[in-house]
């Protein structure tokens, strides 16, 4: 019989790609969903009777017990951009990876892949030091675990190219005012990969004894500035709109009053003062002098945002995906 790989947080933007890769790959898949009746979806990713739904809350240690019954291998993929109600850092980055860590140390199922991200550290801004406090809780219950840190991750249904798409096009209808934002002027460094090959490393990690115990940086093809992302944002959604430098010491209140505001409403917000903080610091591959990267995994070639981004921004656009391409300033 196949085996069973259990994940965690499988209905995410992520979480869909692993799915499809593990049925690919002739895995049986168990997803553990909070609410399982909502991720219909993920059932046809795979032959009939091979990915399996159950419900599960990793607040809750007992459900995450039951939806290892049986289990190979697990995957986590739950995480938060920004914390609400009861979905904290702590909650979601520290204390989930602890408890299925401690869970499938219980059950002895030793391949445990965990994605964390690019930029996880003992100092720093609070959503930096949660995803390394979970790194290390989880390899203190599950020393076999593999840690996988991503820089911006990218696909259709990303919240990083989408977003920044969205913003052009709002600045776009506010003439003389509307503006993206070049953060700290826009010099912070992102090494953007693919969702595709960040699902492959995951499957690449399972497979491979070597990887048990070890951290991995996975980043793509290339390296780029924050304001060469957002020159390339405006060239796909033909938005020709100002990039305005937002130094961190005017970035940071503006964060800290949009979180505040939105937490009156039923929406994400578009900055927080936390991601303010975390672009300070470069994000991509090399941070870590101890960590392997993608290549030691042996997934290659990596797709770049040339290649991919272009099939979803043309959203954005002003006159929809076959507008002629005009030039951006």
């Known amino acids: 019989m196949a085996e069973l790989v259990v994940v965690f947080g499988g209905s995410g933007f992520v979480g869909k790609q692993v799915v499809r890769a593990l049925a690919k790959a002739g895995k049986r898949v168990r997803v553990a969903l909070r609410q399982p009746h ?26 995450i017990d039951a939806a290892l019954e049986g289990a ?6 739950v995480g938060v951009l920004h914390e609400g109600g009861k979905q904290s850092f702590e909650a979601m980055h520290v204390e989930a990876p602890r408890a299925i860590g401690e869970a499938a140390a219980k059950r002895g199922i030793k391949r445990i892949v965990h994605v964390s991200a690019l930029g996880a550290a003992p100092k720093g801004p609070l959503y930096a030091r949660s995803k390394y406090q979970g790194e290390r809780a ?27 798409g969205a913003m052009a096009q709002t600045a776009a209808a506010i003439p003389l005012v509307g503006a993206l934002p070049l953060i700290g002027g826009g ?33 793509g093809p290339r390296t780029y500035t924050f304001k060469e992302l957002m020159q390339f944002i405006k060239a796909e959604t033909h938005r020709n709109v100002p990039l305005l430098p937002l130094p961190f010491f005017i970035a940071l209140p503006i964060g800290f ?7 009156l409403l039923p929406a994400d917000p578009p900055l927080t003062s936390g991601q303010v903080s975390l672009l300070k610091r470069d994000n991509a591959v090399g ?4 960590a392997l990267t993608i290549d030691d995994l042996g997934v290659a070639p990596l797709e770049s945002i040339e290649s991919i981004a272009p099939t979803y921004l043309w959203r954005f656009r002003p006159y929809g995906q076959f507008q002629t391409r005009q030039s951006a300033a």
């Open 287 to 290: 941070a870590d002098a101890n």
């Open 38 to 63: 909502l991720g219909h979806e993920l059932r046809v990713m795979g032959d009939v009777g091979q990915i399996q739904l159950v419900q599960a809350n990793v607040r809750f240690p007992a459900s």
């Open 257 to 263: 009053l949009l979180e505040w505001a939105f937490k």
């Open 138 to 164: 989880l390899l203190d219950a599950a020393p076999t675990a593999t840690i996988l840190r991503p820089s911006v991750i990218f696909g259709p249904e990303d919240h990083f190219f989408n977003r920044f």
């Open 187 to 219: 010099k912070t460094k992102f090494q953007p990969i693919f969702v595709g090959d960040v699902a492959d490393s995951i499957l690449a990690a399972l497979g491979k004894h070597e990887a048990q115990g070890r951290i991995y940086e996975l980043g």
């Open 72 to 77: 190979d291998a697990v995957v986590n993929l």
